[in-house]
């Protein structure tokens, strides 16, 4: 099944001109969810948040665009190794991920576009797993599904 980029796109322009409401949103619900993963995290959040704000929009920019994501991808998730992220957090992501971008969609918030975000993080941290497992020890690291 391929993934709805255009409604991706489309609805990534709901979050857009929002910035650091989108982010704080994010981590307050990762948090409050997961506080085991808070120490994986600076105590000032303000360039994490843009971090992630950023990647946010270059990934949703480039979701049709595989040459440029997927060599991203790879470098964001080799990249996490040094913050000790491992398999079992993209879920956790991904969840806050999910329950932010349906909270400012609000009733834009459809079934389908639920899905098409849901195909695109699984997709992308998939990539980023594989990448940082062959960065990595195996037997410290072993890819599982980011479902």
Do not use: C
């Not at 360039?47 to 946010?56: E, G, Y």
């Not at 098409?116 to 990595?136: C, P, R, T």
Request: aromatic content about 10%; hydrophobic content about 40%; cysteine-free.
């Amino acid at each position: 099944m391929a993934i709805n980029t255009d409604l991706i796109k489309a609805s990534a322009q709901l979050i857009a001109p929002l910035g650091s409401k989108v982010t704080e949103y994010f981590y307050n619900t990762m948090f409050t969810d997961h506080p085991e993963v808070r120490k994986m995290f600076p105590a000032e959040m303000g360039v994490q948040a843009q971090r992630l704000f950023d990647s946010i929009v270059y990934i949703t920019s480039n979701i049709d665009k595989p040459d440029a994501l997927v060599p991203y991808l790879q470098r964001l998730g080799s990249g996490h190794i040094k913050f000790d992220t491992r398999p079992e957090h993209y879920p956790i992501v991904g969840n806050s991920l999910m329950k932010t971008l349906a909270h400012f969609a609000g009733p834009a918030w459809t079934k389908e576009m639920a899905e098409a975000w849901s195909e695109a993080y699984n997709l992308a941290a998939s990539v980023m797993i594989e990448a940082a497992s062959k960065s990595m020890d195996p037997a410290r690291y072993q890819p599982i599904s980011a479902k």
